[in-house]
C-alpha cells in the first residue's frame, strides 16, 4: 500500500488560462496536502499569450512545488501530457493526476482517484458516463456528441471504459512508464482516446469514479471541428491497424522535441 509520504504529480495543460491557473494550483496543492501527499504540479503551457506562464511563474516565488514547462506554441494537449510525464516521472513521483485548467474538473475528485490507487487499481478515470456522474452547463448537441463519441470508442475499440474522453485521471508511474512505450500518433484531444484504448490493452486494473462535469466558467473551449475530424480518424485508424509498441527510440527526434521546451525553475 501507498504510504501517506507519496509524491504526486499532477499534470495541467494551459493555453489563455491566465484566470483559471491560479486557484486550480492552490486547490490541488491544498487537497493533496490534506491527504499527507507530497504534491508537484507540472503546468505545460503553449505560449498563452494571455500571459498564463508569467502569472504561473508569479506563483513560484512563493510555492516550490510548481514546475513550468513552457513551449513555443500550440503544439496540442496529447503532447502536453506527454512532455507532463516526462518530467514527472523524472522527479520519481508515485502517481500522475492529469486534469484540465479550467475548472471543469473538480479538486474533491481528486481524494477519490487517489483512494482507487491505493485499492489496487493502476487506473483511475474520473467518468460522467457510470451511475452518479453527469454534466453540468452543457448544451444538448455537446451531450449528444460526447455520449455518440464514447459509444463509438467503447463498441468499435472494445475499451470496455464508459467515458473514453475523460481527461481526468490518475495513474501509477509504472502505468505511465508503461504507456510511454507505445507508439501513439495523436497529439490533440484525440490523444486522450488513443491512450484510452492502449491503456485498456495493457491488461490494467481500471477503476472509473463518478464525477460531474462542470463545464467550463471563464474562457473559451479549446474544442474545434478539426479535433472532431481528428478524433473520427483516430477511432478509423485504431480500428484499421489498432495499437504497437515502438521499436526503436530515436535519440535524434526525441533531443529536438526537448530543445523546445523550456524548463522554467521553481526558484526565480
Excluded at 28 to 35: A, F, G, I, K, N
Aim: charged letters at 25%; one cysteine or more; glycine letters at 8%.
Amino acid at each position: 500500500m501507498p504510504e501517506r509520504s507519496e509524491k504526486i504529480a499532477v499534470i495541467i495543460p494551459t493555453y489563455n488560462e491566465k484566470d483559471n491557473i491560479g486557484r486550480i494550483i492552490s486547490e490541488m496543492l491544498s487537497v493533496l496536502r490534506s491527504l499527507g501527499k507530497s504534491p508537484e504540479i507540472v503546468v505545460v503551457d503553449d505560449n498563452s499569450p494571455d500571459g498564463t506562464a508569467s502569472l504561473v511563474q508569479s506563483l513560484q516565488s512563493k510555492e516550490e512545488n510548481i514546475i513550468l514547462l513552457k513551449r513555443p506554441g500550440k503544439l496540442g494537449l496529447g503532447s502536453a501530457y506527454v512532455e507532463g510525464y516526462k518530467r514527472a516521472l523524472n522527479e520519481r513521483v508515485n502517481c500522475i493526476i492529469q486534469m484540465d485548467a479550467d475548472l471543469s474538473h473538480p479538486t474533491n475528485t481528486a481524494p477519490d482517484l487517489l483512494a482507487a490507487i491505493e485499492e489496487g487499481y493502476d487506473l483511475a478515470i474520473a467518468s460522467r458516463y457510470i451511475h452518479g456522474g453527469g454534466i453540468k452547463s452543457w448544451t444538448w448537441k455537446r451531450r449528444i456528441m460526447s455520449k455518440a463519441a464514447n459509444y463509438l470508442v467503447r463498441v468499435l475499440l472494445r475499451t470496455g471504459l464508459r467515458d473514453n474522453t475523460s481527461g481526468y485521471r490518475a495513474m501509477r508511474a509504472a502505468s505511465v512508464k508503461e504507456l510511454m512505450q507505445y507508439e501513439i500518433q495523436s497529439s490533440g484531444f484525440s490523444y486522450l482516446v488513443e491512450a484510452a484504448v492502449v491503456l485498456s490493452r495493457m491488461k490494467l486494473k481500471i477503476k472509473e469514479i463518478p464525477f460531474t462535469y462542470e463545464g467550463r466558467e471563464i474562457g473559451e473551449t479549446k474544442l474545434s471541428f478539426i479535433e472532431i475530424i481528428r478524433f473520427l480518424a483516430t477511432v478509423g485508424r485504431l480500428l484499421v491497424f489498432g495499437t504497437r509498441k515502438k521499436t526503436i527510440l530515436s535519440g535524434g527526434t526525441l533531443g529536438r522535441a526537448a530543445e523546445k521546451i523550456q524548463i522554467v525553475p521553481t526558484r526565480l
